[in-house]
């Protein structure tokens, strides 16, 4: 999708949307899913039951994709960014998460979603001397607003 220049693969684009799309389709699912699980479940568990489910897939997945380069994560400083990036979305994050929606609904937790690629820019920018430009900027403005309207609506009712 994008380089480490940040040049956009033209023919690219439209798959990377479809992409993304349905990984927010499948976020959208788990969600659901998840509340249902987090009535009965301990946070953790469901985290770690989700997690080995996730192995199982891509296990399969990895069957009838071309052969992988497994080289790239031989060297320490990259295993050791994927293991913190695993452990902080799928170990810590997924804990938070379940733990939030056993108290309260899906509708009030995907009001939070939003906020993803508002840490996620400011994350860049700190980290990676990203840059926004006005309208991304007025964008997130614009999201931690809704967020925030629609959490103070929900409270009242």
């Known amino acids: 999708f994008l380089?480490?220049?940040g040049r956009v693969a033209g023919e690219?684009?439209?798959?990377?949307?479809?992409?993304?799309l349905g990984a927010v389709l499948c976020a959208s699912l788990d969600?659901?899913?998840?509340r249902?699980?987090?009535?009965?479940?301990?946070?953790i568990a469901?985290?770690?039951?989700?997690?080995?489910?996730g192995a199982l897939v891509a296990a399969v997945a990895l069957l009838f994709l071309p052969r992988?380069?497994?080289?790239?994560?031989v060297s320490v400083p990259v295993l050791s960014v994927t293991l913190l990036s695993g452990m902080l979305i799928h170990g810590l994050g997924a804990s938070f998460f379940n733990s939030a929606l056993s108290r309260i609904t899906a509708?009030?937790?995907?009001?939070?979603?939003?906020?993803?690629?508002v840490l996620t820019a400011i994350g860049g920018i700190a980290l990676f001397d990203e840059r926004l430009t006005p309208g991304q900027t007025i964008g997130a403005i614009?999201?931690?607003?809704?967020?925030?309207?629609?959490?103070?609506t929900a409270e009242s009712k």
């Open 3 to 5: 380089s480490w220049t």
């Open 12 to 20: 690219h684009v439209i798959l990377g949307v479809v992409l993304a």
């Open 31 to 34: 969600t659901i899913t998840s």
């Open 36 to 43: 249902v699980l987090a009535q009965q479940s301990h946070p």
């Open 46 to 53: 469901l985290a770690a039951a989700c997690c080995t489910s």
């Open 68 to 73: 992988q380069n497994w080289l790239a994560f």
């Open 107 to 117: 509708t009030q937790a995907a009001l939070l979603f939003p906020l993803i690629s």
């Open 142 to 152: 614009i999201v931690v607003a809704s967020t925030a309207a629609a959490g103070m």
